[in-house]
Structure formats: C-alpha cells, structure tokens
C-alpha cells in the first residue's frame, strides 16, 4: 500500500514496453508501476517514477523490488524459478505464481501438463539422444520441430530440423529438447484471458495473430471468418488451462488452428503482444486487466469497442538502419499523423535496431480490408521509410 | 529532443491531473512529460520519470524546466505573464505563447478582445468604484456577478452579489473587478477544440457540462439535445477565436446556451475538465491532442467511439472527511469495479480532502439516461461511500 495514496503497489520485474505501458494503466488506477529495470534507458524506465535498477537474475534486486510492493509480477518469463519460490518465501506475493509460471518458463513442463489435462497439443517427446528423434520423426515425418525447454521468444529457440544430422547437432549444442511434429496449420491464433486470485476470469474475442519469421507481424481481432463454435471452444480451452494451472494475471493462449481443431502452441503468463489492440479496442486493455488481477480487483468488460480492431508492429526496419539518410523518427511520426488521422501510436522509446520491436499501431473500423490495411501501412512507414502507393503523399510533401 | 529516443521533450507547468494525464498520453507516444511540480507527492509527480520540483512563480524553476525542452506548457493558467515573455526572450517555445494566455489568465483582457472580435459574451464592465456597478446593474439588473480579473478557477472569484453594499465590500477587498450580467442561461456547454502552429484545428463535439456550486460535476457528450446549427456555430465560434487568439494546444471555450443563443464565459488553453471524457470516448484524447497541437504535430481524429459519453467527477466527500469510518479507498476501488465492470476510472493519487477533485470516471454506451445513471453512481459511490438504491450492492456484500 503507497501510504500517500491509500492505494496497492505492483511491482513489475523487467522494464520493457510491457512495463511501459501497464504503467500507463496503472496511472488510471491512481497507482505508479514499480519497475525493476536492467537500466536507466528501458522503456518503462525511461517513463516510470518508481524504478528499481537491476538484473532480474539478481535475487537482491527482486528482494529490492518487492520490499513494500503489495504483489510482484512479470513483463517477461526469464526470472529464475528458484527466485520466486525465494520470494514467496520471504512472504511476497508474486503473481502468477512459480507453480504456474513455470508452465510458461518450461514448454516440456507445459507439454506434460497439457497432457495430463487431456488438452490438445501437438504431438510431441523429449529427447536427449538423436536415435529418440529418429524415432520421433519415423512416427510424425520430417521435418520436426525441435524446440529449447527454456529460454525461447519470438521464433528464437525454435528449430525446423529436415534431419537426423541437425537434430544431433542441435542436442550437442543445447542439451535435452522438446520435439514435435510439425503441425500444418491453417493459421495462429490466441485466446486471453485474465483470472484473479479469487478465481474471476475475463476472456476476450479471439485473435489471429500474423507471424513473419517467427516474429508476430499482425493481430487481427476477432479472428476473421473463426466460426462460433470454434471461437467459444478457443476461450473455454484457455479458461480451463488458466484455472487448471492457477494462472493469476493475464494468461495468453497461443494456438494453431488446424483442419481438426486448435492445438496449444504455447502460453505467456503477462500482457502479451495479441493483446495491445486492446488498448483502444476492448473496453478494458490487457494492461489495465493485468494490473486489476494481481491485486484480486474484481476484472473489466471486455467487450470490444468497434467491431474490428487491428495492430500492426514496428519492427526496426530499413529506417532502423545505421546508413539510413531518410527521414528521421520524428519526421516519420509527423507522417504519420498526417496520413493517418486516426491510427492510434505507440512508440517504446527504445533505441532502434533493426528486427527489434520498437512499436506498435492500431487502427479500428468495420471494414476488416480497409482497416487492415491502414494499419499495415502505417506500421511499415514507420519502420522502412516505405509508402505503400494505396497511401502516396501528395506531391510536395 | 530526447537523444535517447529521437523524439521531442515536452515540459509541462504543474503536476496536477491535467500533467498526470498528459503524461499517460506522452508515453504513447514515445515521449516522458518532464513536469514542474510543487512538490513530491503532486499527481504527477507520483507518476513521471522527469520531475523538476519547483514553484510556478520562481521564474529560475521556470528555466530550468525549459532546459532542453522542445516546448513549455501548462497544466493551469497561473504562470505570471512576465515570466512567460522571460522563456520566450530566453529562446524557448512556449505554447500557447503568453500573448494568447493572457486571454484565459485575464477575464478583463478576454472580455476586451471579445469585444474587439464582435464574439457574443454577457453584458459587462470594468468597474473600480462602487458607482460603475450601480450604473452597471441600473441597465442590467441586481444580481451582477462580479469576478476577480486573474487568479480564479472552479468558481473561486466570481461572485454574485445581490446589492450595492456586497459590491462595495468586494471591490475594497480586491481592487478592480469584471461586472457582468447575470446571464439567464438554459445550461452551459463547451466547445473544445485544438490549434496547431501550422493552424491545423480540430474540433470535437460540444459537450453539456454541468456544474455544482461552480464546480463541473458531469460532462455530458454530445450535448444532449443541442440543434445541430447551435453545435456548429458553437465549434465555429472556438475555431474563430483560437485563431484570432492564436493559441497553440488545446482551447476550451465555456459558454452559457441561452435562449437567444451560446455567450462566451471563459476560456482555458490546456488540457480541460470538459475533455476527460474523449480519453475513451473520442479517437483522440484533449491530452494527445495538446501534444500533438505544441509539437506542431499533426492533429488526430475526433471522432467519438460511441454514441455517448458521460464523465463524472469524484470530489472528495464524505468518505474523504477525518472521521469517515466506511470503506476505505481500495476497498471502494474494489466495489467500483465489481458493480460497473464497463466504467473506466482516474484516479489522480492526491490526499483526500472533502471537495478536492480526486479522480473521475467515464461511462460509454448508447442511451443517455443510462450511461449517466452509472457515472453519477460510480461517482459518488467513490466520493461518499454511498449506493444509489438502482445499483444497490447484494446482501452480504
């Protein structure tokens, strides 16, 4: 409790946009997001009052964070396990708790509960020798998907192995992994939902979310043409996966759809890149509903606020690039403003690299094409420079 | 510029809601309001990264705050004008600049170049002797409201004085006063809308504000009921008045609907209490906007995402008296949202104090009556700890 406002502190370990922008919900709340941050120039820490520098692999800086805070949680999965068993030793709440996070931390962790419930998965096995891959892929084909246990996001640790000499070579490098069949799937997609110590759980519309190399490119909410049913069975599965494992806070599903079905791909247990458009587009963003189920605050509508809602990253692009000699960040965002009124910004603050993630956009409409492709656009002349010529600046400009 | 980002630095005078908003607003954007506040536990300062602590009238805190800034603005009116013209002698943008201020700081300067622009406004005078507001009320009729030129807000020095003997009494107290007629108004409104350098404006829907005890408690968007040539003269007249004016930011133009038609009150050239409700319920809200409008940016849409949007005040009331002994913050916090899972609430993080604007909340949705009855329960749910029989809470809560 901050005694100067009456009101709950979160603490938040990682200072990435995730941070930054659940400190923008918490400012609603009449709170102050406390961040732990690996340095004065993260996102969040670079817009947030109350910031912890530190390592999230230093249990002095979380014992640092936490002291105070009335719960701790997480903008990424990479804190130790044996750190918040640590904390919660030392009488912190931490939300989502190890029990359940681990689920996120660990995808053979999560591969052998997900078994255990009976729920949908691809078909898969660990592996420490290559004769088990062999093996593996004599019953599902090649190629197969070896993945780390730990330790992966946005595609990396994630291997599409064509044969028995890359799996070896992967083993030797990496150890013990997760293998699966290679699903083919139709498309991704994501069901959230968030769920309070007290049980509550909120779900929101279904999403497509648009990969490009294992980076996600697009969300595209609700799911175009996702039937009803199939839609329903989506929130009703990650319901059950979020009760099941004790999930408090957000709960992202990732899924595969596939011509029989949806199969888990994997989970995040935090604010998650599906879910930014529900910054404009629900009546409650995965932000605000994070931040209101740590603290087992009753959770809000979810209803959306237009009936379409894209987002649409910025990646460091062409633009992100040391020889760029276009027209600087600032002069894009004018463009940007310019040509499309009502997309609605969000810029990290971070340095840009090319293939980070440097932003986001999102636009809402009825007209799936036309919203789409506004914010597509937009997206990429942040990122390259580029104008699509469906949005050519007048001459002159 | 912020080398760290690439992206403007935007300084703003005063850490009060407005500046706590705005920064929410920044953080979209890309950018981290570098606020003056008067000290530590101010709104704003609870929540941003870059905080000179400092007094508003210390022209050296002005200077320092503007240091590396790309634009000085404001969150109140109460900067002293000298100062204003000191920054912009000193090289630093001020937005709006101090000869457009002047126009919200001074209600005789105001009712001069209303004057001077032909614009409608009550009758009124400029009065220093007690003779000119007999003379003043023989055309006009007792009551006079007499206001105090600089330094009033939320009904503070303005003053409906009944007789000679009240007027007298006033004028002794503070000098020079504005004499106007009591206007006979139908309900006040507000027109908002912002301006850029460039002259870009944007205009959004006029809104009814409704006051008690000259302080605004609802908000009301659109007006309901309001003709359709009523609204537009209304957002003609703002747009002709922030051009002839000059302003840059956001410009809230309060006006009495009376039956022959609006009259001008007064104005503000900042984010305003009229605006909060476009944080849900416009495309863009007044604090990107006033971004948007000093940074020369250009400006974002104003359409509404709803039908309707009602904002309530939470001043403080019984539940922040000393010997308040109901629920305490967080726990009402806790019921707010059980009850009105669609109602977004502000919370501005100040120290209760009976009266004080502490927060505010918004409801969205199609019909009025509605929509209002739960913002004005919310509201005071919050401010008194009380519950409107129609939203009465289930036993044993």
Same mark, same amino acid.
């Given at each position: 409790?901050?005694?100067?406002?009456?009101?709950?502190?979160?603490?938040?370990?990682?200072?990435?946009?995730?941070?930054?922008?659940?400190?923008?919900?918490?400012?609603?709340?009449?709170?102050?997001?406390?961040?732990?941050?690996?340095?004065?120039?993260?996102?969040?820490?670079?817009?947030?009052?109350?910031?912890?520098?530190?390592?999230?692999?230093?249990?002095?800086?979380?014992?640092?964070?936490?002291?105070?805070?009335?719960?701790?949680?997480?903008?990424?999965?990479?804190?130790?396990?044996?750190?918040?068993?640590?904390?919660?030793?030392?009488?912190?709440?931490?939300?989502?708790?190890?029990?359940?996070?681990?689920?996120?931390?660990?995808?053979?962790?999560? !591969?052998?509960?997900?078994?255990?419930?009976?729920?949908?998965?691809?078909?898969?096995?660990?592996?420490?020798?290559?004769?088990?891959?062999?093996?593996?892929?004599?019953?599902?084909?090649?190629?197969?998907?070896?993945?780390?246990?730990?330790?992966?996001?946005?595609?990396?640790?994630?291997?599409?192995?064509?044969?028995?000499?890359?799996?070896?070579?992967?083993?030797? *490098?990496?150890?013990?992994?997760?293998?699966? %069949?290679?699903?083919?799937?139709?498309?991704?997609?994501?069901?959230?939902?968030?769920?309070?110590?007290?049980?509550?759980?909120?779900?929101?519309?279904?999403?497509?979310?648009?990969?490009?190399?294992?980076?996600?490119?697009?969300?595209?909410?609700?799911?175009?043409?996702?039937?009803?049913?199939?839609? #329903?069975?989506?929130?009703?599965?990650?319901?059950?996966?979020?009760?099941?494992?004790?999930?408090?806070?957000?709960?992202?599903?990732?899924?595969?759809?596939?011509? %029989?079905?949806?199969?888990?791909?994997?989970?995040?247990?935090?604010?998650?890149?599906?879910?930014?458009?529900?910054?404009?587009?629900? *009546?409650?963003?995965?932000?605000?509903?994070?931040?209101?189920?740590?603290?087992?605050?009753?959770?809000?509508?979810?209803?959306?606020?237009?009936?379409?809602?894209?987002?649409?990253?910025?990646?460091?692009?062409?633009?992100?690039?040391?020889?760029?000699?276009?027209?600087?960040?600032?002069?894009?965002?004018?463009?940007?403003?310019?040509?499309?009124?009502?997309?609605?910004?969000?810029?990290?603050?971070?340095?840009?690299?090319?293939? !980070?993630?440097?932003?986001?956009? #999102?636009?809402?409409?009825?007209?799936?094409? *036309?919203?789409?492709?506004?914010?597509?656009?937009?997206?990429?002349?942040?990122?390259?420079?580029?104008?699509?010529?469906?949005?050519?600046?007048?001459?002159?400009?």
């Amino acid at each position: 409790m901050d005694r100067r406002t009456g009101l709950p502190v979160v603490a938040m370990v990682g200072g990435g946009q995730l941070a930054r922008m659940t400190h923008q919900a918490a400012i609603a709340l009449g709170q102050s997001l406390r961040v732990l941050s690996a340095g004065p120039d993260e996102s969040a820490a670079l817009v947030a009052a109350d910031v912890e520098l530190g390592d999230h692999r230093d249990l002095d800086a979380l014992l640092r964070l936490a002291e105070g805070a009335t719960v701790v949680t997480f903008d990424h999965e990479h804190v130790p396990t044996e750190h918040l068993h640590a904390l919660a030793a030392a009488g912190h709440r931490v939300a989502p708790g190890p029990d359940a996070l681990v689920h996120a931390q660990d995808k053979l962790v999560l !591969r052998r509960a997900l078994a255990a419930a009976g729920e949908p998965q691809p078909a898969w096995a660990e592996v420490a020798v290559v004769e088990e891959v062999e093996s593996f892929a004599g019953r599902h084909g090649w190629p197969v998907v070896l993945k780390t246990p730990r330790g992966g996001y946005d595609g990396k640790g994630v291997f599409v192995v064509p044969d028995r000499d890359e799996a070896a070579a992967l083993l030797v *490098r990496h150890g013990t992994l997760l293998v699966e %069949e290679r699903v083919r799937l139709t498309r991704e997609l994501c069901a959230q939902v968030a769920r309070s110590p007290f049980g509550q759980v909120a779900v929101w519309p279904v999403v497509e979310t648009v990969q490009v190399d294992g980076v996600c490119s697009e969300v595209l909410a609700p799911a175009p043409g996702l039937a009803d049913e199939l839609a #329903t069975a989506a929130q009703e599965l990650a319901v059950r996966i979020a009760d099941r494992l004790g999930v408090v806070g957000m709960l992202a599903v990732e899924l595969f759809e596939t011509p %029989e079905g949806v199969l888990v791909n994997e989970l995040a247990m935090r604010p998650h890149n599906s879910g930014h458009w529900t910054i404009e587009g629900a *009546r409650t963003s995965q932000f605000e509903q994070h931040l209101r189920a740590v603290l087992d605050y009753p959770l809000g509508s979810t209803a959306m606020t237009a009936p379409v809602a894209v987002m649409a990253n910025v990646l460091g692009g062409r633009a992100a690039a040391d020889d760029w000699a276009g027209p600087g960040l600032d002069e894009r965002v004018h463009h940007l403003m310019a040509h499309w009124p009502d997309v609605k910004l969000h810029w990290y603050g971070k340095g840009q690299r090319p293939g !980070r993630k440097l932003g986001h956009v #999102t636009a809402l409409g009825a007209d799936l094409p *036309r919203v789409r492709a506004r914010a597509a656009a937009a997206a990429r002349y942040l990122a390259d420079g580029e104008v699509d010529p469906a949005f050519a600046f007048p001459t002159g400009h």
